[in-house]
């Protein structure tokens, strides 16, 4: 089985915000054009849900099932 490489969420959020040195909470609200939101409620924002938990909403926006949340965010970033 290949190894595939896996970014942390710092580094994805960025990469899928198209910005460099965020923090977390600020790359997620970047990515879902929002400002001041918690980093969940930023994906769900994003993903045109709400409450959803983490794994899901990142496997909504990446259009995946049944991943972790930051594998399947990494999947949407082309990781």
């Not at 924002?45 to 909504?60: D, F, P, Q, R, S």
């Amino acid at each position: 089985m290949a190894y595939a490489p896996t970014l942390g969420w710092l580094l994805v959020l960025n990469k899928l915000a198209g910005t460099v040195g965020l923090g977390e909470q600020a790359a997620a609200n970047a990515y879902a054009g929002t400002t001041g939101l918690s980093t969940l409620n930023a994906l769900n924002h994003k993903a045109g849900t709400t409450n959803l938990e983490i794994n899901a909403v990142c496997n909504k926006i990446a259009g995946t099932t049944g991943l972790e949340a930051l594998n399947a965010l990494n999947q949407k970033a082309g990781y």
